[in-house]
């Protein structure tokens, strides 16, 4: 079983920045991918970004590219998000996904999550 645990979420003016932090525990994978989506209220979870473990490769959803990065830790089996120019359609509450071999755009492949952090972004 895999365990994630989120960090950093909070409220921030929009133009401001956050990192989050997802640290996974437990049973892990050599070949596996680990990342992000967010949820707000009343709309469906949607992808945000992964990274593959493998090679590093990393996929961003669209409304991100260029403001978000994300990166990993190998030794702290750490998954980061870090969000820059935020705008207030950035406000959901984000959730680490993690799994065997790729990370899936469809929320309901994807087999761990975290418990989730909320991100708000001010006008």
């Known amino acids: 079983q895999v365990q994630l645990a989120e960090s950093g979420g909070g409220l921030v003016q929009a133009g401001g920045s956050l990192r989050l932090s997802c640290a996974a525990s437990g049973r892990t994978f050599s070949n596996w991918s680990m990342g992000w989506f967010r949820q707000a209220p009343g709309k469906e979870r949607e992808f945000v970004a992964a990274i593959r473990w493998s090679d590093s490769s990393t996929y961003y959803a669209d409304s991100v590219k260029g403001r978000f990065t994300i990166s990993r830790d190998n030794a702290k089996n750490t998954v980061y998000l870090q969000m820059n120019s935020l705008k207030p359609e950035d406000t959901a509450v984000y959730y680490c996904?993690?799994?065997?071999?790729?990370?899936?755009?469809?929320?309901?492949?994807?087999?761990?999550w975290g418990q989730g952090t909320q991100v708000t972004v001010s006008s």
């Open positions: 996904a993690a799994n065997g071999g790729v990370l899936y755009l469809t929320p309901a492949r994807n087999d761990y």
